[in-house]
């Protein structure tokens, strides 16, 4: 099973970013997946995920109404559109596939986890 994430980059200040993850293996179609972030000397939290179908999503408070998750089982890829960005979403980005079908803000609920993908906003 992995997860490969794409996507970051160094962005202005209300630019925007896409980033993608794309999982191989068994996994996907059948399990909720979020995305985390993790600043320099800060802890990992959640950012955003979404259950299997797609029915059901969850943001952070910070990132909510900038940011959209969606998925495509067919191309077993997640994506988070990040909108309006602020230098306090530097971060590395991590996408996760959750234990289960539903989402969770709690990172021990996600069993995958990606190798990250470098966010950059510039003030």
């Known amino acids: 099973v992995q997860l490969q994430a794409s996507g970051g980059g160094l962005v202005q200040t209300g630019g925007s970013l896409r980033l993608s993850c794309v999982a191989s293996g068994r996994i996907f179609s059948n399990n909720g997946m979020g995305w985390f972030r993790q600043a320099p000397g800060k802890e990992r939290e959640f950012v955003s995920a979404i259950s299997w179908n797609g029915a059901s999503t969850g943001y952070a408070e910070s990132v909510k109404g900038r940011f959209t998750i969606s998925r495509e089982n067919a191309k077993n890829t997640v994506y988070l559109q990040m909108n309006s960005l602020k230098p306090e979403d530097s971060a590395i980005y991590y996408c996760?596939?959750?234990?289960?079908?539903?989402?969770?803000?709690?990172?021990?609920?996600?069993?995958?986890w990606g190798q990250g993908t470098l966010v950059t906003v510039s003030s």
């Open positions: 996760s596939a959750a234990r289960g079908s539903w989402w969770s803000r709690d990172a021990t609920n996600y069993a995958y």
